[in-house]
């Protein structure tokens, strides 16, 4: 049987070792919009943080002089300025996300488990408990900062109460978990929904016929097949707590004092209100690097939770 023989004027044919490297970047090529956006977006603010962290870096000052180490020192040294102010949003950071988070792991599965079921206007309701989530944290945060007023708020006009709901703690705290809680728990219950489909019919089908309970099938069947999904919500709940700003700048706006103020929004009212970009660098690599270590932290336990 004859080759086929290139009509004249046609390009040569690539040869076998150009076909084999053509092949091989081809993947690259299609992650290349990504990287780029990655890199630009996310790897390049990353290492220009941490060269401010590094800086006395002011806006307004023509020199941003070398300081090394000394922003990241001045957060654990009790006569510094920042001291007290950085431990304080700090403390803050930890109420919210100790309060918040196992809220945001139980409750939407709960959910997730009844509109599992089948019921008339399970779509419905599914919709409904989503729908917040689809608003930005903006719309939320004035939505219930009126809400909430004290002394022309819906809230205690409802109830017949005069509760500082935005101006004394704990009122704060139930505030600020409960708008959240409500906010953005249909985002994991939606995970979770995605996540108790996958699990096999088999196995609950099997339970039952061994006479478990309800019970009994959700401790043995429902979570540990959601076990990846749970250490997804987890973290992602555990970090979006920690990062938390919008609510507070716009609710309590801080108060009482600066009980409420988080490290995200000491952070921004020290780099951009002060034009003290440096500290407030170091305070995010700082943030940063804790959030590290509780998310390596989970990822272990959860491993260990599968070894044994």
Same mark, same amino acid.
């Not at 990504?34 to 943080?49: A, D, K, M, N």
């Not at 941003?64 to 700090?90: A, I, M, Q, R």
């Given at each position: 049987?004859?080759?086929?023989?290139?009509?004249?004027?046609?390009?040569?044919?690539?040869?076998?070792?150009?076909?084999?490297?053509?092949?091989?970047?081809?993947?690259?090529?299609?992650?290349?919009?990504?990287?780029?956006?990655?890199?630009?977006?996310?790897?390049?603010?990353?290492?220009?943080?941490?060269?401010?962290?590094?800086?006395?870096?002011?806006?307004?000052?023509?020199?941003?002089? +070398?300081?090394?180490?000394?922003?990241?020192?001045?957060?654990?040294?009790?006569?510094?300025?920042?001291?007290?102010?950085?431990?304080?949003?700090?403390?803050? /950071?930890?109420? +919210?996300?100790?309060?918040?988070?196992?809220?945001?792991?139980?409750?939407?599965?709960?959910?997730?488990?009844?509109?599992?079921?089948?019921?008339?206007?399970?779509?419905?309701?599914?919709?409904?408990?989503?729908?917040?989530?689809?608003?930005?944290?903006? *719309?939320?945060?004035?939505?219930?900062?009126?809400?909430?007023?004290?002394?022309?708020?819906?809230?205690?006009?409802?109830?017949?109460?005069?509760?500082?709901?935005?101006?004394?703690?704990?009122?704060?705290? *139930?505030?600020?978990?409960?708008?959240?809680?409500?906010?953005?728990?249909?985002?994991?219950?939606?995970?979770?929904?995605?996540?108790?489909?996958?699990?096999?019919?088999?196995?609950?089908?099997?339970?039952?016929?061994?006479?478990?309970?309800?019970?009994?099938?959700?401790?043995?069947?429902?979570?540990?097949?959601?076990?990846?999904?749970?250490?997804?919500?987890?973290? /992602?709940?555990?970090?979006?707590?920690?990062?938390? +700003?919008?609510?507070?700048?716009?609710?309590?706006?801080?108060?009482?004092?600066?009980?409420?103020?988080?490290? *995200?929004?000491?952070?921004?009212?020290?780099?951009?209100?002060?034009?003290?970009?440096?500290?407030?660098?170091?305070?995010?690599?700082?943030?940063?690097?804790?959030?590290?270590?509780?998310?390596?932290?989970?990822?272990?336990?959860?491993?260990?939770?599968?070894?044994?």
């Amino acid at each position: 049987m004859s080759s086929p023989v290139a009509s004249p004027g046609s390009p040569p044919a690539p040869s076998g070792a150009a076909r084999v490297m053509h092949g091989r970047s081809t993947p690259y090529l299609f992650l290349l919009p990504y990287l780029l956006i990655f890199g630009g977006f996310g790897l390049l603010p990353i290492g220009l943080g941490v060269w401010l962290s590094l800086h006395q870096w002011d806006f307004q000052l023509p020199n941003k002089p +070398f300081t090394g180490l000394d922003n990241y020192t001045e957060l654990f040294t009790p006569d510094s300025l920042v001291y007290s102010d950085w431990w304080e949003s700090v403390r803050a /950071t930890a109420i +919210f996300t100790v309060l918040s988070v196992p809220l945001l792991v139980a409750l939407p599965l709960g959910i997730a488990v009844l509109l599992n079921r089948s019921f008339p206007g399970r779509t419905f309701f599914r919709a409904v408990y989503f729908a917040p989530y689809v608003l930005g944290v903006a *719309v939320i945060g004035l939505l219930w900062r009126f809400l909430l007023d004290a002394n022309l708020g819906f809230v205690n006009h409802l109830f017949g109460t005069h509760t500082p709901w935005l101006t004394a703690t704990p009122w704060a705290w *139930v505030s600020l978990v409960g708008v959240t809680v409500w906010w953005t728990c249909g985002f994991n219950a939606v995970i979770y929904l995605a996540g108790l489909q996958d699990i096999p019919a088999e196995l609950y089908e099997a339970a039952k016929m061994d006479g478990a309970s309800a019970w009994q099938r959700f401790w043995h069947v429902t979570l540990p097949g959601l076990r990846p999904v749970l250490l997804f919500v987890i973290t /992602t709940t555990i970090l979006a707590s920690a990062n938390m +700003f919008g609510q507070s700048y716009l609710i309590t706006q801080g108060a009482p004092g600066n009980e409420t103020r988080t490290v *995200v929004s000491y952070v921004v009212a020290l780099g951009i209100g002060q034009n003290d970009a440096g500290r407030a660098a170091a305070m995010s690599v700082t943030l940063t690097l804790m959030l590290a270590v509780v998310s390596i932290a989970n990822f272990r336990l959860f491993r260990y939770q599968e070894d044994s």
